[in-house]
Nanobody
Framework: QVQLLESGGGLVQAGGSLRLSCVAS????????MGWYRRAPGKQRELVGG???????NYANFVKGRFTISRDNANNALYLQMNSLKPEDTAVYYC?????????????WGQGTQVTVSS
């Protein structure tokens, strides 16, 4: 079974940038959808954005214009470029893959990487 490993989290000041990486232990071509989710303290996990089964990239409204998701099939990797970070972006960020860009349809999850944005 393919495993996902995130990296790139850390502490950054508001307005700064971070780039998260998600590397799979095997081919990601078999996944129809891949994306990033996050869980903020005291909140439920939510979709940040990702590639749908049709190849379209969707983003949550709260990150549009600030975050960019890219995919590298040759290197079995998914990336999340985060710019103009805000304190409310503080969360554990998870990479996920599955059949549809819906949390219940994601079959494979990474362990998460912590992102902390200071004000």
């Amino acid at each position: 079974q393919v495993q996902l490993l995130e990296s790139g989290g850390g502490l950054v000041q508001a307005g700064g940038s971070l780039r998260l990486s998600c590397v799979a232990s095997g081919s990601i071509r078999s996944f129809n959808a891949m994306g990033w989710y996050r869980r903020a303290p005291g909140k439920q996990r939510e979709l940040v954005g990702g590639f749908t089964s049709t190849g379209v990239t969707n983003y949550a409204n709260f990150v549009k214009g600030r975050f960019t998701i890219s995919r590298d099939n040759a290197n079995n990797a998914l990336y999340l470029q985060m710019n103009s970070l805000k304190p409310e972006d503080t969360a554990v960020y998870y990479c996920a893959a599955g059949n549809l860009l819906i949390e219940s349809r994601m079959t494979t999850w990474g362990q998460g990487t912590q992102v902390t944005v200071s004000s």
